[in-house]
């Protein structure tokens, strides 16, 4: 094979990988299911479902059961009364007298509350239903940040893997090349020197190369904590370079729109703002429509022998209750949930503007990237032919060994670089299309290139 053809395969293999090569798509699939920090987060949005319950319940009318036992004594008196009964007459200046002194007692009682006006529970049911809500969008974010995060750790395996690639190519190069001066050497066709700078040449790559593993082993165990993938593979993402780049101005609004984290931001705002209206107002009033029941039991001796005291009670209607004077805890309050307001405020401005310096940031990185990246395949294709002109000038005497080595390391480098470049592309568009609420699994697989 010539090495012509040997080049184009190795440009080949920058942007392709072989099959058996686990692909961005199928990482997330398994992140989902073993990703730990989407796992908490999964957690979270199960629990903030349920304040959508809490807030129906509310409303809902509370019955309680309450019972009691123990000990009790009793002493009632009553002088002056008048008192009637049938075939006796009537009698004043009558006096009444019980005592019960330890003697057993015992309450059974129910309690039935339906809620007619409330305003804090009004805001609690609001409150719940927000906290719900944000819920669900802090879950849709928690899933944008992992299919990020995994995209990350894919794409630093990929590049690597290419790292380890280049280095052994260049390794065996330089291997050959050492070999060939000590055989010219010998036949006093090339200095020793010449032999000592491939050999220090061939070392220094033998140490990158095992730094370069390294690397990838660790950014190996990386994804295979997140994705439970005993040995991951990864292969460069594809740089479309055909896909249109939409204005500044419309993912700007799109993350404006879209993007969970001022979503969340919103809510807050909201949630602040129900806050604050439950210290204003009708505060603290309340109308209930209450029922109770209740059977009350004290039995023993006393003073004048052995009693029993029996009470059975009944109610039903309105209770209403206004706070009349809280000692100035109500004002405080007030204020308290005011500031809070202008801290949420304030939090979503800042939020916003930290969004539009992200979307700038990207946008601008996908622009200068492709400059970048073309300067690079062109810089690729000049140290491809330098070195195949060196090759040829050494061969006829007119470059050293020397020259050849460093055109062999200039051509790893540019590799390198142009592997990198384009995989920052791609994170890039990744980065942008998260910040607009764009990111899912169709946009994965065609940075995989398994789209269609």
Not at 375 to 394: M, N, Y
Request: proline share 3%; glycine share 6%.
């Amino acid at each position: 094979m010539s090495r012509s053809s040997l080049t184009l395969l190795a440009l080949a293999a920058l942007v392709c990988a072989p099959a058996s090569a686990t692909s961005l798509l199928d990482a997330w699939q398994a992140a989902q299911a073993h990703d730990r920090v989407l796992a908490v987060a999964r957690a979270e949005h199960a629990a903030a479902q349920t304040k959508r319950e809490q807030a129906s319940a509310l409303w809902r009318p509370l019955v309680s059961l309450s019972g009691g036992a123990g000990v009790a004594s009793s002493q009632t008196q009553m002088n002056g009364a008048q008192f009637t009964a049938p075939g006796m007459g009537t009698s004043s200046g009558v006096d009444f007298a019980t005592s019960i002194n330890g003697g057993a007692s015992a309450r059974l009682a129910i309690t039935a509350q339906q809620p007619l006006f409330d305003r804090s529970l009004e805001t609690n049911r609001e409150k719940l239903n927000l906290a719900a809500d944000m819920g669900v969008v802090a879950w849709h974010a928690a899933q944008q940040e992992a299919m990020l995060r995994t995209a990350e750790r894919y794409i630093a395996l990929a590049v690597a893997g290419e790292r380890v690639r280049v280095t052994r190519s260049q390794q065996d190069a330089v291997a050959r090349a050492a070999q060939e001066a000590h055989d010219r050497f010998k036949l006093g066709d090339l200095p020793v020197t010449d032999t000592h700078e491939a050999d220090a040449a061939l070392a220094g790559l033998q140490a990158q190369l095992a730094a370069a593993e390294l690397e990838a082993a660790v950014k190996r165990q990386a994804l295979a904590d997140s994705t439970a993938l005993p040995q991951p593979t990864a292969r460069l993402p594809v740089l479309r370079a055909d896909a249109a780049l939409q204005p500044i101005e419309f993912w700007l609004q799109a993350a404006e729109t879209r993007n969970p984290q001022l979503r969340l931001a919103s809510h807050a705002v909201e949630l602040a703002r129900q806050a604050l209206r439950q210290h204003q107002g009708l505060a603290g009033t309340s109308v209930n429509l209450v029922a109770q029941a209740g059977h009350d039991v004290l039995v023993g001796s006393g003073d004048f022998g052995r009693a029993s005291n029996r009470a059975t009670n009944a109610m039903v209607g309105v209770q209403v209750v206004i706070p009349l004077y809280t000692g100035g805890m109500r004002g405080a309050q007030e204020k308290e949930a005011l500031h809070l307001l202008e801290k949420a405020q304030a939090q979503q401005d800042a939020a916003r503007e930290q969004v539009a310096a992200q979307v700038r940031a990207a946008w601008l990185g996908l622009q200068a990237g492709k400059s970048r990246v073309a300067a690079l395949e062109q810089a690729l294709k000049a140290s491809h032919a330098r070195l195949d002109a060196t090759r040829v000038g050494q061969s006829v005497g007119d470059r050293t060994t020397l020259d050849v080595l460093n055109a062999e390391n200039e051509y790893a480098s540019a590799s390198l670089r142009l592997a990198e470049a384009r995989s920052a592309q791609v994170m890039n568009r990744l980065r942008l299309a998260a910040l607009a609420d764009e990111l899912d699994e169709a946009l994965l697989a065609q940075t995989s290139g398994s789209a269609p």
